[in-house]
């Protein structure tokens, strides 16, 4: 039963890897700190992707809480 969790929490770690990698990689500079780049608005793909992270985070935290559960009572 653990190795289910574990394998669902690798696949949901490498998911969350490309999405954060795929969002600073369209942001352009502002891995520098621009100021342009602060206050604007998420649209689109942008968008789906900040949400999509926020999802796959909460995700791994209850598969995660799952994981322990189910191996400290086993």
């Known amino acids: 039963m653990g190795t289910i ?3 669902a929490m690798i696949i949901i770690s490498i998911l969350l890897i490309a999405i954060i990698l795929i969002q600073v990689r369209g942001q352009g500079s502002a891995l ?7 206050y604007r608005t998420r649209r689109g793909l942008e968008l789906a992707l900040f949400r999509l992270t926020i999802f796959l985070s909460i995700v791994f935290v209850i598969v995660a809480i799952i994981s322990a559960w189910v191996v400290t009572n086993n």
Do not use: V
């Open 5 to 7: 969790f574990n394998i």
């Open 32 to 38: 520098f700190g621009a100021a342009e780049s602060s």
